[in-house]
């Protein structure tokens, strides 16, 4: 069946799979796709194994104690509390967590977007430096957009449906540059050849409706990238895409931030994505961090139930024929948290805490070890030797 | 490698008689569309020649991107949609073109459970009279006896049989994907069609619902044909798989063989596509090949290998030739790939997909 | 985009040749005969109604007098009653029975007043009524907003005409604070037109407005909640900008598609206006000739009134597929 044109090809792949470890970020746009056609490329990305924060510099983001509370008509919803972390420029940080955890919450507070009528946010936010909670919106305004970018989850319903793509990008860049029309055309023209969508100038002209969906979260990144914002907030931003589109996205996402240095929060649910992307992960559960380390910490080596219990939910490889191993019971309303740990009524250790302590004191976040960066809020005393004797067989 | 060949005649291995058979079937969906001052009708070719068969007891991925026409095959087999052409033969009677008043006996045996939890229960119903209406309509129960059988179904699922006359919204999403799926279960049936049943809930929950699935499977012997766009569930799940593009089955196999020998170059994409949790717990990593592009559109289909344009192996003849659906040299029986330059490549997969 | 306008322009002329066709149809099948009804009951002897018969080519096949009735509009055509040539010049819609004049003399007359009441109509709404919504949707919860909802339920609880009596006795006759209705054409005299039609607008504008409002806040309600719009701020624009650029522009489709509809509404609304308020309209017109049973002019009436609601609807169409792009397509 194969011909030998067909076997210089797959040649041609394994030879470049010998050079792998060093091809990193070698994930063609779509531009040079169409001189190099249809040759995929073949890339690994390196990990970046450093400490929560590397430099003595401070962190460009750092919140601090942050709470948001929405008022509502059945009581106070306490979506995000007491969340603290911190992202240097050039980092990713990946914000865990399923739905009601706070994760987006927590973000949008970042960009200010909350209603103030209907939102209470205490603590502290500050980005390079400079405080925001509590800035009147006409600041907030200013650093919307331009020195924060958010990149959401659903391109198809988060770009307006009626005005074309390279007028949505160039109002972004004129928001915060006082330019002609013409200048912010040839920004916008520029960033849509950056982020690899192929012929720019038919393209601007064209609306979304228009553009396939990994098309439109391009153009989504395009569109929040063109102020060269110095942290991007990414939320699900590949969730709505189909699997080879999203390994597209989280490439470009990855070598342009190699290229600008940004800091990036990533807001997933998805593990995998978290795996490939961050350097740090902050794991939340009911609106409060539940594990916060290196991407290496808290995935190789967790140290909270939660953490294992979402690794164990996934179905893997090694155990494809075993029954999974949920987490049992439903996530608590936000409206009315369980007293002591939130988790503690899905904590299947829990009984391995002396006395009722899960139950009564809200566990500290701490290092796990006594001393260093990676950090989990639970009461258990002998958690390294839990996950090595039990949790980590079962993952495989 | 004429169109006469019959590709799944040659997958389907034992001698044990499926239970359900699909024979080249389709779904064409007329647009229409401005051009000139007139309209001119094209063919959206949603699904386009599929062939499978499901045994009894069995479960039968389907995987694939948005847009291959997974889903549509699924609305097909339950005929909440009817197909163009070819066949569904369901113990021995094809229902392809059935009329729906012949239908209703086999609509009982093959019951479908959707992804959207939200929208597939109708909010101003109790859980009682949404699960009930299919055995009033079948004529399952005595008089009487409903409300003893709903409560029995409710247990089944892992809810609270007392919660019976509480409305959707008062469940949350896991908890109204366990309500769907004791509607379907209500009628006994032999083959559950379901659609992303996991894909719209969250990582935990989501592993509850499969461990619900497959306890139905293995205690009541339920055929499930299990659509998916998530590689991980679909190998979690099913014995056998069925990849799809742009309305073909591409690859056709046991599990082993698709995950861990996959011949078809969309097949291997795909796989190494999924992000890996494994690298980071030191696990070397894998080979990754990333396509290009997008998913050309269904209604002007690529000719010869609907694969070819996104594909780094295609040649002249992927324009020219359909490549059909057969065993291939190095390949087990019972695994097909349709792909001139098939060649099996392993470990591909992540560790967890 | 030009194709889409031509095709809807094919569309629009294809209703007005349907309306055409009912309308003399309509002619036909009414239960008087017409030649009877000019004649009258009493003088009327054999000889002279079928004289009227043939003057009018009321004897001649249906599928000529209509092709004589069409060819009169484009070319305009002759009537001979007893001897006397008229000359109907086109665009010819006949003879009034009751006064023998062209009905296309008396409709150029009245049709502007219509149109006039109308178009002011279109306007009051489509600025008042979608701003105020807008509005309210971006302060809902507020009294304010809560006010306007209130009014206009109250408002359009109350049967229309019995607000414009009461307008119309109230506050121009009793209490003279609002002009007293009347028409002046606005090539003569701009400031008496307005004058003129000020109160009428304002009682139909005004009580429509409500509904508008009420339309145009739910549509931006549920506009303003979506991730584009949420976008929209994250670029950083300001409040007004995400409103009256980003939401606005969606919010408005289904308010023009409203307006289409409501068109129609309006001109059967204009009847009781022009009634009310004395305006020399084509809804004045119109009963006029229903209680004389002057069929050319009803004929001639219903006609222009359909190519004036299909030129609205195509405007609108227009309009439509201006402000969404999706459309064109379609």
């Given at each position: 069946m194969t011909t030998p044109a067909g076997d210089e090809g797959r040649k041609d792949l394994q030879d470049r799979k010998v050079g792998q470890e060093t091809m990193v970020g070698t994930v063609p746009s779509d531009g040079e796709v169409a001189r190099d056609a249809r040759n995929p490329s073949i890339a690994t990305r390196e990990r970046r194994s450093t400490t929560l924060t590397p430099s003595g510099e401070t962190p460009y983001l750092v919140v601090e104690d942050l709470t948001v509370k929405f008022p509502t008509a059945d009581g106070v919803v306490s979506?995000?509390?007491g969340l603290s972390y911190a992202v240097p420029l050039g980092r990713t940080l990946a914000i865990v967590g399923e739905s009601g955890s706070g994760k987006s919450v927590s973000s949008m507070a970042v960009m200010g977007l909350h209603d103030r009528k209907r939102t209470r946010i205490t603590g502290s936010i500050r980005l390079g430096g400079d405080e925001i909670v509590g800035l009147p919106d006409s600041e907030l305004m200013k650093i919307r957009g331009d020195a924060v970018a958010m990149v959401f989850q659903d391109p198809q319903s988060s770009l307006h449906p009626l005005y074309t793509v390279g007028n949505q990008i160039s109002e972004a860049y004129r928001v915060h540059h006082k330019v002609s029309k013409d200048v912010a055309k040839k920004r916008a023209l520029e960033m849509l050849d950056l982020v690899g969508i192929p012929n720019p100038i038919r393209r601007f002209k064209q609306?979304?409706?228009?553009?396939?969906g990994g098309m439109r979260q391009r153009a989504m990144i395009a569109m929040g990238l063109v102020n060269d914002p110095k942290l991007v907030i990414a939320d699900e931003p590949t969730t709505a895409l189909d699997v080879t589109v999203q390994a597209q996205i989280l490439d470009l996402l990855n070598n342009l931030q190699k290229e600008f240095g940004s800091a990036i929060v990533l807001i997933t649910h998805d593990l995998g994505v978290v795996a490939e992307m961050a350097d740090d992960v902050l794991v939340m559960y009911a609106g409060r961090c539940v594990e916060y380390g290196t991407a290496e910490d808290v995935l190789a080596r967790p140290r909270m139930p939660y953490t294992w219990g979402l690794l164990e939910s996934i179905p893997t490889v090694s155990a494809a024929s075993e029954r999974l191993r949920p987490i049992k019971g439903l996530p608590p309303s936000l409206l009315a948290l369980p007293s002591g740990c939130s988790f503690n009524p899905r904590c299947p250790y829990k009984d391995r805490v002396k006395g009722e302590r899960c139950i009564t004191d809200l566990p500290e976040l701490l290092p796990v070890d006594g001393a260093g960066a990676h950090t989990s809020r639970c009461h258990l005393h002998d958690k390294a030797s839990i996950y090595e004797a039990e949790v980590a067989p079962r993952l495989g | 490698m004429s169109k006469t060949v019959r590709p799944v005649d040659a997958t389907t291995g034992g001698t044990e008689p499926a239970l359900l058979q699909v024979r080249d079937l389709k779904m064409h969906f007329p647009i229409k569309e401005a051009a000139g001052l007139g309209r001119t009708k094209k063919l959206v070719q949603a699904v386009d020649g599929v062939n499978f068969d499901l045994k009894a007891g069995e479960s039968l991925g389907l995987v694939g991107e948005s847009g291959c026409g997974k889903s549509t095959t699924g609305r097909m087999i339950t005929r909440l949609l009817t197909p163009t052409a070819g066949q569904i033969i369901f113990k021995g009677t094809d229902i392809a073109q059935m009329k729906e008043k012949d239908l209703r006996p086999f609509r009982r045996q093959l019951q479908i459970v959707f992804q959207d939890p939200y929208s597939s229960l109708n909010p101003r119903q109790t859980v009682s009279n949404i699960i009930s209406t299919p055995l009033r309509v079948h004529n399952l129960v005595k008089r009487g006896k409903e409300l003893e059988r709903v409560q029995e179904l409710l247990e089944r699922v892992g809810l609270n049989p007392e919660h019976h006359n509480r409305y959707p919204n008062e469940f949350s999403g896991g908890q109204r994907q366990r309500i769907g799926i004791a509607r379907a279960l209500a009628v006994e049936p032999e083959v559950i069609i379901a659609d992303e049943p996991v894909s719209a809930l969250d990582v935990s929950i989501q592993a509850q619902v499969m461990n619900l699935m497959e306890d139905l499977r293995r205690d009541l012997g339920i055929a499930f044909v299990f659509i998916a766009h998530d590689l991980g569930v679909v190998r979690h799940f099913c014995d056998r798989v069925a990849v799809m593009y742009l309305g073909k089955i591409v690859e056709q196999g046991t599990r082993d063989e698709i995950y861990g020998a996959p011949q078809h170059p969309y097949t291997q994409a795909l796989l190494s596509a999924a992000p890996d949790l494994g690298t980071i717990r030191g696990v070397p990593p894998k080979e990754r090949i990333r396509l290009v592009g997008d998913v050309p559109s269904p209604i002007d289909p690529p000719s010869g290998c609907r694969f070819r344009t996104r594909c780094w192996k295609a040649e002249d003849i992927c324009a020219t030739q359909e490549p059909p659906l057969i065993a291939q040299a190095k390949s087990g029986p019972g695994h097909a790939a349709a792909c001139h330059f098939a060649e099996p490549k392993v470990d591909l997969t992540a560790a967890t997909a | 985009m030009l194709y889409f306008v031509a095709r809807r322009l094919v569309s629009a002329l294809s209703v007005v040749l349907v309306t055409l066709i009912a309308t003399f149809t309509l002619f036909f099948v009414a239960p008087t005969d017409p030649a009877a009804a000019i004649c009258g009951d009493r003088n009327c002897t054999q000889q002279r109604y079928n004289e009227i018969k043939r003057n009018l080519h009321l004897d001649r096949p249906k599928v000529q007098q209509f092709a004589e009735y069409t060819a009169g509009i484009f070319a305009g055509r002759t009537f001979e009653t007893a001897g006397v040539k008229q000359k109907c010049p086109a665009p010819c819609l006949g003879f009034s029975f009751k006064n023998d004049r062209p009905v296309y003399e008396t409709l150029k007359t009245r049709l502007p007043v219509t149109v006039s009441l109308v178009a002011g109509y279109a306007v009051l709404v489509l600025t008042i009524g979608v701003f105020v919504g807008s509005l309210a949707a971006k302060r809902r919860g507020t009294m304010g907003d809560r006010a306007l909802m209130t009014s206009t339920l109250v408002l359009s609880s109350i049967p229309y005409y019995i607000v414009a009596l009461m307008i119309s006795l109230y506050l121009t006759i009793l209490y003279p604070i609002l002009p007293r209705s009347g028409y002046t054409p606005l090539t003569e005299n701009p400031g008496k037109w307005v004058a003129g039609l000020l109160t009428p607008w304002l009682v139909l504008g005004i009580y429509n407005c409500t509904q508008y409002a009420r339309f145009s806040r739910g549509s931006m309600v549920e506009t303003l909640s979506e991730d584009f719009i949420r976008t929209a701020r994250a670029k950083g624009l300001s409040d007004r900008v995400v409103t009256y650029k980003h939401a606005l522009r969606s919010g408005l489709i289904p308010v023009v598609t409203i307006f289409g509809l409501d068109i129609a509404g309006s001109l059967a609304g204009a009847i009781f206006t022009e009634k009310i308020f004395d305006l020399p309209g084509l809804g004045n017109l119109v009963i006029d000739s229903l209680n004389n049973y002057d069929l050319p002019v009803i004929m001639g009436t219903v006609l222009v009134a359909s190519v004036f609601l299909v030129m609205m609807n195509f405007i609108v169409d227009i309009a439509y597929s201006l402000i969404d792009p999706r459309v064109r397509l379609a």
């Open positions: 979506a995000v509390n609306y979304p409706h228009e553009f396939s | - | -």
